[in-house]
């Protein structure tokens, strides 16, 4: 899971299994695999540096619980 910013400025957590593609238009549009779109304000290269970060992390050690300073 990973955290974005909306443009309202809430935060989320995305399951980032659900991500499609990923592109800017110029805004970064997240399409999910059930046809939702995302519209944030992470560039699209932070949502895939994001994402291969939560991967490493999870498939590192996946034994150990998550915690809030890991979004």
């Not at 443009?7 to 999910?32: G, M, R, S, W």
């Amino acid at each position: 899971m990973i955290e974005l910013t909306k443009f309202n400025d809430k935060k989320i957590i995305l399951n980032c299994d659900l991500i499609e593609t990923v592109e800017e238009t110029p805004d970064t549009v997240v399409t999910l695999i059930n046809g939702k779109k995302l519209i944030v304000k992470e560039d699209r290269l932070d949502v895939v540096n994001k994402t291969v970060e939560y991967r490493n992390r999870a498939f590192s050690n996946p034994i150990r619980p998550f915690v809030e300073e890991d979004l």
